[in-house]
């Protein structure tokens, strides 16, 4: 799938989970996540700053780092947005509602 122009990356991301997976793709904001109580799956994908200062996603499970897929390492710093798959009573924002 290629976005088209003037697009939104992530609206094709969710597009393309529902289509292929048959599941919600949610995003949110730590602070929000915490604020209303919305719970996460098991595993799930955190942003952040890499240590080498770009930015980068990894796989976190309650609140922990448990894999980075960059051959250094290093995790990131703060958590700045948290994306997951699941049934749409989760929560969080999801382009198809």
Same mark, same amino acid.
Do not use: C
């Given at each position: 799938? @290629?976005a %088209?122009?003037?697009e939104?990356?992530? +609206?094709?991301? =969710? !597009?393309w =989970?529902?289509?292929?997976?048959? !599941? +919600?793709?949610?995003y /949110?904001?730590?602070?929000? @996540? #915490? +604020?209303?109580? @919305?719970?996460l799956? !098991?595993?799930? &994908?955190?942003r952040?700053?890499?240590? %080498?200062? =770009? /930015? #980068?996603? =990894? @796989?976190f499970?309650d609140g922990k780092l448990v #894999? +980075?897929?960059?051959p250094?390492?290093?995790?990131i710093? !703060?958590?700045?947005? &948290?994306?997951?798959?699941?049934?749409?009573?989760?929560g969080? %924002?999801d382009k198809?509602?």
């Amino acid at each position: 799938m @290629i976005a %088209r122009r003037n697009e939104y990356w992530l +609206d094709r991301v =969710v !597009e393309w =989970v529902s289509l292929m997976f048959k !599941e +919600d793709f949610h995003y /949110d904001s730590p602070a929000n @996540i #915490h +604020d209303n109580h @919305i719970p996460l799956p !098991e595993f799930y &994908i955190a942003r952040g700053q890499s240590p %080498r200062g =770009v /930015d #980068h996603a =990894v @796989i976190f499970s309650d609140g922990k780092l448990v #894999h +980075d897929p960059h051959p250094l390492g290093g995790g990131i710093g !703060e958590v700045t947005m &948290i994306y997951w798959i699941g049934q749409a009573a989760t929560g969080g %924002r999801d382009k198809r509602h």
